[in-house]
């Protein structure tokens, strides 16, 4: 009889009917944010990976050479700035010393400031900053203590000495 009654009365019949459609669309909706929220776990999952492995690669071959190629020319600057600030004319064997100073003084300064072990060892996603911080070098960028000479260059000294 109760069935009856809603059929006989379409505003029940209405609002029964609507609200089954209204359980089905909150079925349907809570279905798709289960899925939103799978898709936003694994973007997220894939977005760690990304910058993961990005800072797993390495500077590459060229890029290795184009850092090494930067600290000689940089090397061969500074090593003139040294003679000029010495007032002194160096050998060309004097200048090698110096300029090989220059060039292990910026590995190391390199390598520190990358925070790696060897300069190969760079990140792929860092050599921008690598090389910005290369070009950022200038001869007041080495304290006294770097710039004491080391046994190579006491010996060619003294072997230019003793001619």
Same mark, same amino acid.
């Given at each position: %009889?109760?069935?009856?009654?809603?059929?006989?009365?379409?505003?029940?019949? &209405?609002?029964?009917?609507?609200?089954?459609?209204?359980?089905?669309?909150?079925?349907?909706?809570?279905?798709?944010?289960? =899925?939103?929220?799978?898709?936003?776990?694994?973007? !997220?999952?894939?977005?760690?990976? +990304?910058?993961?492995?990005?800072?797993?690669?390495?500077? &590459?071959?060229?890029?290795?050479?184009? @850092? &090494?190629?930067? @600290?000689?020319?940089?090397?061969?600057?500074?090593?003139?700035?040294?003679?000029?600030? +010495?007032?002194?004319?160096?050998?060309?064997? #004097?200048?090698?010393?110096?300029?090989?100073?220059?060039?292990?003084?910026?590995?190391?300064?390199?390598?520190?400031? %990358?925070?790696?072990?060897?300069?190969? !060892? @760079?990140?792929?996603?860092?050599?921008?900053?690598?090389?910005?911080? #290369?070009?950022?070098?200038?001869?007041? !960028?080495?304290? !006294?203590?770097?710039?004491?000479?080391?046994?190579? =260059?006491?010996?060619? #000294?003294? #072997?230019?000495?003793?001619?």
């Amino acid at each position: %009889m109760d069935n009856q009654l809603t059929k006989n009365d379409p505003l029940i019949f &209405t609002l029964e009917r609507q609200n089954k459609q209204g359980e089905a669309l909150v079925a349907v909706l809570k279905e798709v944010r289960a =899925i939103e929220n799978r898709v936003d776990k694994r973007v !997220s999952e894939a977005e760690a990976l +990304l910058d993961k492995m990005s800072k797993q690669v390495t500077i &590459t071959y060229e890029e290795q050479r184009e @850092i &090494t190629s930067l @600290i000689h020319c940089t090397a061969g600057k500074l090593a003139r700035k040294h003679e000029q600030v +010495l007032q002194e004319t160096f050998s060309d064997n #004097l200048f090698k010393a110096w300029k090989g100073l220059f060039v292990r003084r910026m590995h190391s300064k390199l390598k520190e400031r %990358m925070n790696v072990a060897r300069y190969t !060892s @760079i990140e792929r996603v860092n050599y921008d900053e690598a090389t910005a911080y #290369l070009k950022s070098l200038s001869y007041v !960028s080495f304290s !006294s203590h770097d710039l004491e000479p080391t046994p190579g =260059i006491l010996k060619v #000294l003294e #072997l230019e000495e003793s001619k």
